[in-house]
């Protein structure tokens, strides 16, 4: 079996699209998936599957969760190693996770508009595309950053966006079934 992660886009925010964790490794469990580790209730989670399973349990997710709560969310599944290159790869290390930011996209932008983020981002922000991971440093947060609310727009293609501290978090569970 594979160790996989799975960041759901846009549920349990802001009362809307709500969905248990309990439900959802339900669901999971359901498409196939084992040993679910859940982190936070903003929809991440660490499990096993069958080897090249990863697009079809990302349907399969995506339809249970559409057939019992009536909404379809983003379902970003990496495989254990690519989160972990992507997490290393990340040019930014202030001591202060809250302000690293990692968009995982859908796939690598073909046609990003880093021209428009480097015009509507603060002084203060830091911003590198590498493949399909846009890291971002906004050290005033990202509350009221353009660049912050406009990086989906500016790649052309969905994304999910994690902190440094939920990423981390994500990583020691990682670790933790990888060691099971």
Do not use: W
């Not at 349990?12 to 859940?38: D, F, R, S, Y």
């Not at 057939?67 to 290393?88: H, T």
């Amino acid at each position: 079996m594979n160790i996989y992660v799975a960041l759901f886009r846009g549920i349990n925010v802001g009362g809307k699209n709500i969905l248990p964790m309990n439900e959802l490794v339900l669901l999971m469990e359901e498409a196939g998936c084992h040993g679910i580790k859940t982190y936070i209730q903003s929809g991440n989670a660490v499990f096993r599957a069958k080897p090249n399973e990863r697009g079809k349990i990302k349907i399969e997710i995506g339809d249970r969760i559409l057939k019992k709560y009536n909404f379809r969310p983003g379902i970003f599944v990496l495989e254990a190693e690519d989160f972990k290159k992507s997490i290393s790869k990340s040019p930014f290390i202030p001591e202060d996770d809250k302000n690293i930011h990692f968009y995982f996209l859908e796939s690598t932008p073909p046609n990003p508009d880093i021209k428009n983020l480097n015009k509507i981002k603060k002084d203060s922000e830091e911003f590198y595309l590498l493949n399909d991971v846009l890291y971002l440093h906004a050290p005033e947060g990202i509350g009221r950053s353009k660049l912050a609310a406009r990086v989906e727009k500016a790649m052309g293609i969905p994304a999910t966006a994690r902190n440094g501290r939920s990423v981390k978090k994500i990583m020691e569970i990682l670790e933790s079934l990888a060691r099971l």
